[in-house]
Structures are given as structure tokens and as C-alpha cells.
């Protein structure tokens, strides 16, 4: 089993180091300090959060050897250069908190908009530029990452004093604290391992989510999700940090709700392209959930797809080549020939796609016609990518209310781009699925299905 921290520690050489900035320090002759700050000061931990568009550091937490007092900490306490400090305050544990509370550890949270946040950075390589096949796009078996993970790593500047509970002052001083370790939450709760198919031949790395309080008394239900090309032979935690599609599921949140497996493999290689002829992976992933399935106590009736692109293409291939595997599945921008597609019409979908998508869209239009003349009733929608978690919660209510096994939904053109996007059907392609997994309500509707 490779441990997330370790790995990060281990392979990023590039990482994010923020540079060390220069304010002196404060308040060096006050008589009631304890003297140079940074003797106290245990380590730093850097703090990492995944969003739509993948990983971000967001966080630093300073360890000092003493309760801090929250109030004597503000937003000018400590410094990163080419960072935002948004928020300082302190807390018990290395993580973030709506409100601070006295504790060891003051929280430097940082934007996450800043230019040298991301850690997932995508470009060039097998799908970096869209992940999805196409003319001269990545074609099955093709290894080329289309995206890189970014050490999480900062450097910090202490320049305001703390005070402890015990009413001690801590002076800074000019020592640079660099981070030690780093905590990332969701992601570390996943756990890396290996399958090798006998069925097959292929060996393929996986993520896998248990829950919290795994009962083998109990039945689970699991839900599998598939990348798309660009995350191809990155890492195995690339499906992790790529974006939403696997930590969504086994959010404390979502967790609350809807306790369940969450499976993510890391493909090695492009498993389909334009041929929709997949490679051998696409049945080691079938093998896969079958040989957990045997292993741990997961319902067979409960087993959900879902994947964005290539993983949306597998997605749709999977319940056409085995109609009796998933209650349901969420398809987020991927497309299957139209004449293989009337097993679908059995199925229970949720399909989200964008407008300017032009591969896509069409190709989910003429899935959706099939299944509709095959009697089979197809709710559907038009979105604004822009909406609120309001509005999106309203847009799922409306569609639920037409009461359809399909459910169809496509984003209005130019509302999933991100701010200075030039546009394109590649663009809107990926910008789909990094608004895609915000929804709540569309996984709410998946986990209440069954076969």
C-alpha cells in the first residue's frame, strides 16, 4: 500500500515552494516575551483541499508547544509570498475549521485561487488537453500523462506575535518555516492497491474508499469511478486529485448520507477511443468489481458508474456489455454509438453533458432518441453552468419531478468555461465534469436506486 503523504513527499520534485518573504519581525523588544518565536514552534503542516479543477494547497498549520490564544492571531500573522492569506486562527488539529478555537496549531488559510495554488496541473500528453478521444486525440494504449502532481510544500513567514492561553508572548523571528508533512483530507482516507485479473492478464492500480465504520454484518453499496484520458499513468491517487469524481462519494457529507465503497482505478493506459473497441482494462475493471464484490460486504444490487470522458465512454459501454452489473449510473461527458445503444433504454442514467461540447452532445442527443423511441421515458433539462448550489438543488428537484428512469441534462453554451476560456468543444468538454460532481443532488438520486 503506498501512503499519499509519502508519495507526495517522494515523487514531486516540483513541488509549490513559496519563496520566503521578507517583513521583519514585530514587536522584538516587548518585555514580556519568551524570547525568539521559532523555538517553539513544532512544524508546519501544509493543508490541501480538491475542487472541481483538481487539487489545491489551501492551508498551512503551525504547531507550537502550547495552547495559542485565537484572539491574539489575524491575517497578518504569518506570510507566503505569491499567496493570498485569507483567514488565520488557531485549532486543536492540523485542518481547517469554520470558527477558531484555542489549540496548538494556528491556521494560515491561503485562496485558492491564487495563480500557484493547483497542484493538479494538466497539458500535453494523452488527453491533457480534453481527455476525451477524438481526431488526433490519445487512441487505446496510449501511456503519455496528461497531467502532473505538484508537491504540496510551503515556506512561511512569521511576522506578528501570538500570545498563549497561558498569556506568554511568542515573538517571531526570521527563521523561514518550511511545511514537514501534509494532510489531505478525503484523499488520505482512500487506501492504494493492486489487482491483478487472472481473467485477463492485466494488473491495475486502484484507490479504494471503506467506509468509516465498515460493519461485514452490513451490505454496502459501491460505486466505481472512471477518469478520464488525461489522468492516464500519473499516479494511482491521480483519479484522487484530478477533480471531484471519486472524493465526492466519500465526503463526510456525503458519507453521512449514503455510506458506501468508493472505487477508483488508475489506468495505466487509454482503455477506448473513437473505435469504441476498449482494451483489456475495460474487462479487468468489470473483474474488478466482481472480485471486490466477493471480498468485502457490498451489495450486488447497489454496484453505480460514473466517469467523466473516457471513464463516461466505459461507463456507457459497461451497462450496454453487462445490462444486470449497475442499478445506476452518472455519465458525464461521454458518448457510444447510437446503434449499440438500445440497452440503455433498461437502465436507470443520469447523463450531464454541455452544449458546446461537440463531440459529446450530439453523441448523448442521439443516445437519448434511441431510448426514448424505444418507449423508455427521458426527463431532461438545460442548466447554467453558473447556477448556485440553490439553483442547481432546484434544477435537480425539476427534474426528478418528471419521474424518468433517464435523466438528461445539458449545461447552456459558454456557462461551464472558466473566466478567459477562448472556448471550444475540448474546453467545455472537460469544464463539464468540474461542475458536474458539485451537485449533490444527482449523487443523491444514484444512491437511492437499485436493481
Known sequence: MVNRRTLIGGTAGAGLLATLGTAPPSSASAPESTGSGSGHVRGATAITQVFG??????????????????????????????????????????GLARHGRDGRYVIVELSPDDATAALWVTGGGGGGDGGGPGPGG????????????????????WTGTVTTTRGSRYVPDSTPLTTGAVVNPIVDDFEQFTFDDPATGRTLNYNLFVPRHYNPRKRYPLVLFMHDAGVVNVATVGPLVQGLGAVCWASPEDQAKHECFVLAPEYGAVVIDDTYLPSTLFDAT???????????????????????????????????AHPGLFAASFIVAGQWPADQAAPLADKKLWILVSEDDDKAYPGENAITQVISDLGTKVGTGVWDGQSTAAQFAADVRNMRAQHAPVNYAAFLTGTVLPPGSTGGGGSAHMATWRTAYTIPGIRDWIMRQSL
Open 53 to 94: 479543477d483538481g487539487q489545491k494547497l489551501v492551508a498551512v498549520a503551525v504547531e507550537f508547544d502550547h495552547d495559542i490564544d485565537n484572539s491574539s492571531v489575524s491575517a497578518s500573522t504569518f506570510a507566503i509570498t505569491g499567496r493570498t492569506v485569507t483567514k488565520v486562527y488557531t485549532h486543536s488539529t492540523a
Open 138 to 157: 490519445p487512441v487505446v494504449g496510449d501511456t503519455t500523462p496528461g497531467g502532473t502532481i505538484v508537491a504540496a510544500k510551503a515556506t512561511l513567514t
Open 286 to 320: 468489470v473483474n474488478l468489481v466482481h472480485s471486490l464484490t466477493s471480498q468485502y460486504s457490498i451489495d450486488p444490487d447497489r454496484l453505480y458508474a460514473t466517469g467523466q470522458s473516457m471513464g463516461a465512454m466505459m461507463s456507457l459501454g459497461m451497462n450496454i
